[in-house]
């Protein structure tokens, strides 16, 4: 938003899972920008998992609210006037009230998917009988919860059409528009000679559950008649939080490279990206991420859900063990098949993920917000 001329302040939860060490951001958006933030500790406590449940709170959401953290964004709320005041994601939503009573700004919730249908996924997909209970109980909380604040705010930002019909489902009574990621096409420069072929590669969060259960059914059930393709193919993965088990699954074939520093170069030297996603929900920015790289993405349903794709032109859907194998294999015997759908990708992104056309579209909500 700084690319039209908003004056910005972003005040941060900095959990312990995705910690930030602070004074190690060097993004020159920090400049810009005022920043504060609070460190807390949001790991799950089986006493507090214990009592939750005899409360009528959910505890996904309720490890994020700290009486500290309130405090301090009391403070800053007391001390500066906004126009807008903007939610990223449900865990900052336990803080409205904070805001409603400090400030006059009129409160966006940005929604980034719709997190109770992450867990009734999550929950459906669990063999071991107690743990699908537990987790269809905190799905039930969470859909309790998510309904219950939808129509706290004055505007809803949906990351995706579908999550929009989610929303209106649920009984949205409040605005509700679509903003997609956005990228800064300037940053994803191609350059054909450093991509590898034939390589495939998987980028992703290993703390995320969607993550860790999409790649072991991946490696377990595909990768070892794909490995079989053709001796020069290689398999890379990369991400942060990757689980020790992974390193066991590294070969000649398959490379585990764990967390990387720049997640641009490595895209960029590989050439097939697979998501194997069997649940979850919002919007992968790394398949984006990917498409704007120029990479022919193999992904399941789930995966590319929210995005406008035309499976066979831009990206390549599979939903099933064989329909891996086969989109694998024309892309490896074909190698001009992926470098079309890279092609058709990259142009796909540009045309529904640029950072200004949709800065300029969120600004307008904004000035219709404030002056009506």
């Excluded at 933030?37 to 089986?46: A, G, Q, R, W």
């Excluded at 409205?96 to 929604?111: G, Q």
């Excluded at 649940?279 to 991420?289: A, D, H, L, N």
Aim: proline share 3%; net charge negative.
């Amino acid at each position: 938003m700084l690319n039209v001329g908003v004056d910005i302040t972003l005040f941060s939860i900095n959990t312990n899972k995705h910690r930030v060490d602070v004074d190690d951001i060097y993004d020159p958006v920090f400049d810009q920008i005022k920043f504060h933030s609070f460190d807390l500790d949001t790991e799950v406590n089986l006493w507090g998992a214990f009592f939750n449940i005899f409360s009528n709170e959910s505890y996904n959401v309720s490890r994020f609210y700290d009486e500290d953290a309130a405090k301090l964004l009391e403070n800053i709320l007391r001390e500066n006037e906004f126009d807008v005041i903007q939610f990223e994601g449900l865990f900052v939503v336990p803080y409205i009230d904070v805001v409603k009573h400090n400030s006059k700004a009129k409160l966006i919730y940005r929604a980034h998917n719709i997190v109770f249908d992450v867990w009734e996924r999550l929950a459906s997909s669990e063999r071991f009988r107690p743990r699908r209970k537990y987790l269809q109980f905190l799905a039930r909380r969470l859909r309790e919860y998510e309904t219950e604040q939808i129509n706290r705010f004055h505007q809803i930002f949906a990351i995706s059409e579908p999550d929009r019909q989610s929303i209106l489902h649920f009984g949205c009574e409040t605005c509700l528009d679509v903003f997609p990621v956005a990228l800064d096409f300037d940053k994803y420069v191609v350059d054909p000679k450093k991509t590898s072929f034939p390589t495939l590669f998987h980028l992703g969060a290993m703390d995320y559950r969607p993550n860790k259960e999409g790649l072991e059914w991946f490696i377990e059930e595909i990768w070892p008649d794909i490995e079989k393709l053709n001796s020069e193919l290689r398999f890379y993965i990369a991400g942060k939080s990757m689980q020790q088990h992974f390193y066991d699954y590294d070969s000649d074939n398959l490379v585990v490279e764990g967390e990387i520093f720049d997640a641009i170069e490595f895209m960029n030297s590989k050439a097939i990206m697979i998501v194997p996603l069997l649940s979850g929900s919002g919007m992968r920015v790394k398949i984006i991420e990917g498409m704007a790289m120029k990479k022919c993405v193999i992904a399941t349903s789930y995966a590319a859900e929210g995005l406008n794709y035309e499976d066979g032109k831009d990206i390549l859907i599979a939903n099933t063990a064989d329909e891996f194998y086969r989109c694998i294999l024309q892309c490896v015997t074909h190698p001009n098949r992926w470098r079309e759908i890279g092609e058709n990708a990259r142009k796909t992104a540009e045309r529904d993920h640029n950072l200004l056309t949709i800065s300029q579209r969120m600004l307008n909500v904004y000035e219709r917000l404030v002056n009506g």
